[in-house]
C-alpha cells in the first residue's frame, strides 16, 4: 500500500520555528512536494525535493532523505497567517501525486 | 504564476440529479489534469487523472459511471457527477500541470458540493 504520515496537529507561537515531518511508503518515488491550504482555500505549491538535501525558500525550507523515506518542512519566524494546513505530497508516477493526511499548524500570538 | 479556475464554486442540488464541475487552465494549456475529492478537515482524495483527447484514469474504488470526467481541451476538464446522492456531498478540487512532468500542481479554487 502507499501511505504517508504527518502530525495531524502542531502549535507554534509568533516568531519561532516549526517543523512539520513527513515519512512514505509508496511504490513509485518521484519526488516530495509540500502544500499549503487555507481553510475554504486551495493548496498552493510551497516546495519540491527531488533530491536529498534542503531546499530553502525565503522563510520555508523543506528537507527529503530518500534512504530514510522521510521529509520536513521547516517554518522560520512564523506569522499569524501561516495558519493553514500543511500536506505532504509524494510523487509516485504516471504524473500521480499522493497526498499525507496533512497537518494543521496554530499560530497563536 | 499558471492560474486555475473552477465553476461553480457552490452547488446544492437534489438527489437523483446530475452535477457538472468545470476546472479550466487560464493562462496556460494543460495536458494533464487531476481531480481530487475532500472532506472537512482531511487530506485530498485524487480520484483520477485527466488527460486531454484521451479517457480518464480512475483511482481504484472510484467510480468511473458515477464519476464523468472529460478532458475536451487543453484548457478544459469537467467533472459529471451523475445521479448525485448526500454521500457524494464534498469538495471537489481540479489541479493541472502546466508541462508533463512538472512537479507543481495547480490547484483551483475547489467546488462545494451539497446534496439534498
Known amino acids: 500500500g502507499q501511505s504517508l504520515e504527518q502530525p495531524s496537529e502542531v502549535t507554534a507561537v509568533e516568531g519561532a520555528i516549526v517543523q512539520i515531518n513527513c515519512t512514505y511508503q509508496?511504490?513509485?518515488?518521484?519526488?516530495l512536494s509540500w502544500y499549503q491550504q487555507h481553510d475554504g482555500g486551495a493548496p498552493t505549491f510551497l516546495s519540491y525535493n527531488g533530491l536529498d538535501g534542503l531546499e530553502e525558500t525565503g522563510r520555508f525550507s523543506s528537507f527529503l532523505s530518500r534512504s530514510d523515506s522521510y521529509g520536513y518542512l521547516l517554518l522560520q519566524e512564523l506569522q499569524m497567517k501561516d495558519s493553514a494546513s500543511y500536506f505532504c505530497a509524494v510523487g509516485s508516477g504516471g504524473f500521480k501525486t499522493i497526498f499525507g493526511a496533512g497537518t494543521r499548524l496554530f499560530v497563536k500570538a | 504564476g499558471a492560474v486555475v479556475s473552477q465553476h461553480p464554486s457552490r452547488v446544492i442540488c437534489k438527489s437523483g440529479t446530475s452535477v457538472k464541475i468545470e476546472c479550466r487552465s487560464l493562462d496556460f494549456q494543460a495536458t494533464t489534469m487531476f481531480w481530487y475529492r475532500q472532506f472537512p478537515k482531511k487530506s485530498l482524495m485524487l480520484m483520477a487523472t485527466s488527460n486531454e483527447g484521451s479517457k480518464a484514469t480512475y483511482e481504484q474504488g472510484v467510480e468511473k459511471d458515477k464519476f464523468l470526467i472529460n478532458h475536451a481541451s487543453l484548457t478544459l476538464s469537467t467533472l459529471t457527477v451523475t445521479s448525485a446522492h448526500p454521500e457524494d456531498s464534498s469538495f471537489y478540487i481540479c489541479?493541472?500541470?502546466?508541462?508533463?512532468?512538472?512537479?507543481?500542481?495547480?490547484f483551483g479554487p475547489g467546488t462545494r458540493l451539497t446534496v439534498l
Open positions: 509508496t511504490s513509485g518515488f518521484y519526488g
Open positions: 489541479s493541472a500541470l502546466e508541462r508533463a512532468g512538472d512537479n507543481e500542481q495547480f
